[in-house]
């Protein structure tokens, strides 16, 4: 028995009091002690006070079980193997404690909650004594408060808005709602067990809530800012109540989302700080009307706001038609008629009020119509809300943006108002000015995508503090892509728009330009003044700087290498004493009109003596250098030697004397012309010439109008060639039309005079009458004409006895080979040498008769789309029929290509220099052929191992019927190689050779532009 009460007796610190007799403190108990011995069987159950006193009503209970048996089967088969299983694990650790259900009367069942200890004897458990408690009115009060709490939770898990419930003493949140976590976007874990309070961030409307709740013991609609763990903020309407939950006083918390209409608020004020515009709100007015009794009734606001005595039954069927300005209340009438027309139960209109005095006040008229079942308007209820000052600031707000729109359109600056995220709201049309995007371009972009990465961060810290208030602006020079990904400098200030009643900033207002002109211009300003310090260091010039009596206070070290002096042997000196005499009192003079009228810019020319006692010339540039008042401080000045200059003027004043005496006794017109063609000089021979007086060609304003009408492009042509080209050598020709109106042919000659940087500045023309070589030559192109003529006619008739002879020759060798009989070998080497003969003087006429065809001009190009190597082959295999031992290797460079050509023609160069080659090598090493294919030609190089060509015979290698010296008795025309180069430059190509006596020739063909 003392096993029970161990834990407890051992509570008390008085040991007389351990000696109570624990029998009378037994039966005093509303528990049933209980003991079960262990050592025999069955196990019967030992009660030390009365089990049924305990519990009330005997008659309502069974009688008490004896054994272990008999109370097993009064548990609930439910709880019944979990309450054995209990007891078994005691008889191992000693001590169990647990509840169940157990029937006390037919199928009642009352929870009841056990308590047992077991003793030990030589570690054998041989006693359970156990203490049961009825605990069926606490648990089953617990269980209704879990089911009405389970029920508070359903009803608040129903509510459409977020619910919470936190306790009183502390504050902490114990439960709420899913709505509350979905809308907010917080886990339970996030809300729950934290101090609601925290969540709250206005300190203000927190403060007044707190005070309201402490005051009043509840709270209704009151507007509170809520942040969620990722920092977004929602506005709510709080209502608090008082509630007992979980057995403690607790508060249960609906909130109303109102955040929508917080942030159109928050609009109004954004607005209100770009614009500075005050948009004012009245009280609404309420109105009623019924439709069938005729009552109706206005509010007082609506009396006060149109400063009018009320009076009864101030509406009608048309409502407030009555105090509508004259002109729409037929408006109003009849969009209120359409209304009851098609039954609309709610209509909105904006109407103008006539209040007293003609004070005309918009209104928003609001109205939800009832109506009969047979359609007719029952009763109608609605509002009037006084927008004037919305109206008002509506003007003020499309004048505010127009103004802005205009500057920002006008501006060159590029104005932009952006998110804190860096993404663009609005962007001015400037934008393409200063980095050539357009503005719906840039609002595709975020800022960081086109500004250069080094200085994102600078970008961000300089920003920072304007966000956070510690700077009204800031202002940032850097460099951004623009759209063609060309870095531009560019210069941004930056200033924060706020949220009124946060403080927070909501937005960037920006201006930034484009500054690469001035930042390139700043450091070119800082490398002209690097430069200027080296030029001072070790320029030839003589940079100085005197005191406004001319004494030198600084000169550069140049003055060594230039007038002998050292710088320290001129400082302190005056600038007079270096002056030539003649030439001392004009400069004298200037400089004292320069430091009078503070001249900034002058330049002289003088005569300043060398330490060796030689004058020399110099170009002074220089002025006055004044301080920040305006006073005249210093001379500057910068001295260039121009001594060899001067000399060459001199003798280029010589020379234009000269010029002029040869150009004004010549025969020939000597002319310089400007650019445009326009004579800036003519020679007196022009009147010679053309009877023109120099006057008379000097004014002309077109050059062309003595021109022939058939030759004026191809003058114009040359001139402009001459001036692109900077040619020395354009010669022409054209008839030139005298002033008498008759025509002569003159020569032209013209040379590009030009400029340091290579450009033409002038062309220099000489022109002379070639009248009488125009008929000479005229006289000998219709001589040649003949002579080609005759060369065409002989050579054709030539081919007829030719012909015949072959045949004759051919049928002689025919009759010979037939013959029984034996032949002489004197007459089968005669018809052998006549058919050598035959084929050699054939090409003689072959090539006769090409060469009369192109004097003639009868030869034409017929150029095709071909393959050079394809030509190159057959050549090669044609030549190789005489020669039947050699062979000729055709290697190619470069990319092979399609080429344009006149492939007849192509074909005989090939064969004329492939055949030479072959001829004049004969026992040496076989020719080549190289095909190489250049970017903009092709170039055909035949190399032979041959005799080569000595030098006396290659001036006239290209002429007819030239032959080299070395050449013995292998056959030939003289003719191949003129043809060969005819054919070339009718393609606009040229043919070159390299050749040694004796090693061999290489002849090179250059076909441009043929692809």
């Given amino acids: 028995m003392e096993n029970i009460f161990r834990d407890t007796l051992n509570d008390f610190a008085d040991a007389k009091i351990r000696e109570v007799d624990l029998s009378s403190v037994i039966s005093n108990l509303t528990e049933t002690v209980w003991s079960i011995n262990l050592t025999s069987e069955p196990y019967e159950i030992i009660y030390h006070n009365d089990p049924l006193a305990q519990h009330g009503n005997k008659e309502k209970l069974e009688a008490p079980p004896k054994t272990i048996e008999e109370w097993q089967q009064l548990i609930h088969p439910d709880d019944r193997d979990r309450v054995l299983e209990e007891v078994v694990n005691a008889l191992g650790t000693g001590l169990a404690s647990y509840s169940y259900r157990v029937k006390r009367k037919g199928v009642e069942y009352r929870y009841a909650r056990d308590r047992v200890s077991v003793f030990f004897e030589d570690g054998r458990p041989i006693r359970i004594d ?26 608040v898990d129903a509510l459409p808005d977020p619910v919470f419930i936190s306790t009183k003493e502390g504050g902490t949140s114990i439960f709420a709602n899913e709505i509350l976590f979905k809308v907010y976007e917080m886990s339970p874990s996030d809300f729950l067990g934290k101090k609601v309070i925290q969540f709250y961030e206005n300190f203000e409307g927190r403060k007044a809530y707190l005070e309201d709740l402490a005051r009043y013991g ?22 608090t109540m008082p509630l007992e939950f979980q057995n403690q006083e607790c508060f249960i918390t609906i909130l109303q989302d109102v955040t929508v209409r917080k942030n159109l608020e928050r609009e109004i004020k954004e607005s209100n700080e770009r614009y500075q515009l005050a948009v004012e709100g009245t009280n609404d007015v309420i109105w009623e009307y019924d439709f069938v009794s005729k009552y109706s009734y206005l509010s007082p606001q609506f009396w006060e706001g149109m400063d009018l005595p009320p009076v009864d039954r101030p509406l009608d069927d048309m409502l407030m038609s009555k105090y509508i300005i004259g002109d729409e209340q037929e408006i109003f009438t009849n969009e209120l008629q359409a209304a009851y027309k098609d039954q609309l139960g709610d209509l909105t209109l904006e109407i103008k009020l006539v209040a007293n005095k003609g004070r005309i006040i918009w209104a ?99 920003v920072l503090p304007v966000i956070q208030k510690e700077k009204k602006t800031a202002s940032l020079v850097y460099q951004a892509y623009d759209k063609n990904k060309n870095l531009q400098w560019l210069e941004t200030i930056a200033g924060a728009i706020f949220d009124n009643e946060t403080g927070r900033a909501i937005y960037l207002q920006t201006s930034t330009r484009n500054v ?36 030198y206070i600084f000169i550069s070290p140049s003055i060594k290498d230039t007038m002998g002096y050292t710088p320290e042997e001129m400082l302190g000196r005056n600038t007079t004493e270096f002056i030539h005499p003649e030439d001392l009192p004009q400069i004298a003079n200037s400089m004292q009109e320069a430091i009078e009228n503070k001249v ?31 006073e005249a401080i210093f ?24 010029y002029k005496l040869v150009s004004e006794n010549s025969g020939d017109v000597i002319a310089l012309h400007d650019l445009n063609g326009r004579f800036t000089f003519v020679s007196p021979s022009c009147y010679r010439l053309s ?45 030139l039309k005298k002033k008498d109106g008759e025509y002569l042919w003159v020569g032209i000659s013209m040379t590009a005079i030009l400029e340091a940087n290579g450009r033409t500045k002038f062309i220099q023309s000489s022109t002379r009458d070639i009248s ?133 023609l192509i074909s005989h160069v090939l064969s004329n220099l492939l055949n030479n080659a072959l001829k004049y090598s004969a026992g040496k090493m076989n020719p080549e052929l190289l095909i190489s294919f250049e970017e903009k030609a092709v170039k055909l190089s035949v190399t032979d191992f041959g005799i080569g060509i000595p030098k006396k015979d290659q001036d006239g290698l290209f002429e007819s019927f030239s032959r080299a010296s070395n050449v013995g008795d292998i056959e030939g025309t003289g003719l191949g190689l003129v043809i060969v180069k005819q054919f070339v430059e009718m393609h606009g190509g040229t043919i070159n050779y390299k050749t040694k006596v004796n090693e061999g020739t290489t002849f090179t063909v250059t076909l441009p532009d043929l692809n």
């Fill in 130 to 155: 156990g203490i049961s408690i009825d605990i069926d009115s606490i648990r089953r009060s617990r269980l209704n408060l879990e089911l009405s709490q389970q029920r508070l939770k359903s009803i």
């Fill in 218 to 239: 509840h709270v209704q609609n009151h507007e509170l800012l809520l942040t969620n763990k990722n920092g977004e903020s929602f506005w709510v309407s709080a209502s």
């Fill in 364 to 462: 928003l008229f609001k109205a939800r119509i009832i109506y009969k079942a047979n359609g007719q308007p029952q009763r109608a209820v609605g509002s009037l809300s006084n927008i004037t000052s919305l109206k008002e600031a509506q003007s003020q707000l499309q004048e505010s943006e127009a103004k802005y729109k205009l500057i920002s359109e006008n501006s060159s600056d590029c104005i932009c108002l952006l998110e804190l995220t860096g993404e663009f709201v609005f962007v001015s049309p400037s934008s393409t000015d200063v980095l050539g995007y357009t503005p719906e371009e840039m609002q595709k972009l975020g800022l960081g995508e086109f500004i250069q990465e080094e200085y994102r961060t600078q970008l961000k810290e300089a």
């Fill in 516 to 551: 690469t002109d001035r930042i390139e211009a700043q450091q070119k300003l800082k490398e002209s003044q690097e430069r200027y310090k080296l030029i001072t260091e070790n320029s030839n010039d003589i940079v100085s700087l005197m005191d406004l009596k001319g004494d």
């Fill in 600 to 630: 900034k810019d002058s330049s002289a020319e003088f005569r300043f003596r060398h330490k060796s006692g030689e004058w020399r010339w110099v170009k002074v540039t220089g002025g006055i250098i004044v301080n920040d008042d305006g």
């Fill in 635 to 658: 001379i500057r000045s910068n001295k260039t030697d121009i001594t060899e200059k001067k000399i060459t003027e001199d003798k280029l004043k010589k020379q234009e004397e000269q």
């Fill in 691 to 735: 009877g023109l007086t120099v006057e008379e060609v000097m004014g002309m304003t077109d050059i062309y109008q003595y021109v022939h009408s058939e030759d004026k492009d191809k003058l114009k042509h040359a001139i402009s060639d001459t001036i692109k080209n900077g040619r020395k050598d354009t010669i022409t020709s054209f008839r």
């Fill in 772 to 904: 009488e070589i125009i008929k000479v030559l005229e006289k000998e192109r219709q001589l040649n004409k003949l002579k080609s003529s005759f060369i065409s006619m002989a050579s054709h008739e030539f081919r007829t006895p030719l012909t015949t002879i072959q045949s004759s020759n051919e049928l002689i060798a025919m009759y010979l080979d037939k013959a029984n009989v034996p032949v002489d070998m004197k007459l089968s080497k005669h018809v052998t040498r006549i058919r050598t003969e035959l084929e050699r003087l054939n090409s003689l006429l072959k090539d006769v008769f090409t060469l009369g065809r192109l004097d003639v001009g009868k030869a034409k190009l017929n150029k095709e789309i071909t393959s050079i190597t394809g030509i190159a082959r057959q050549v090669v295999l044609e030549n190789s029929v005489p020669f039947k031992n050699r062979e000729i290797e055709i290697k190619t460079e470069g990319n092979e290509r399609q080429v344009l050509l006149d492939s007849l």
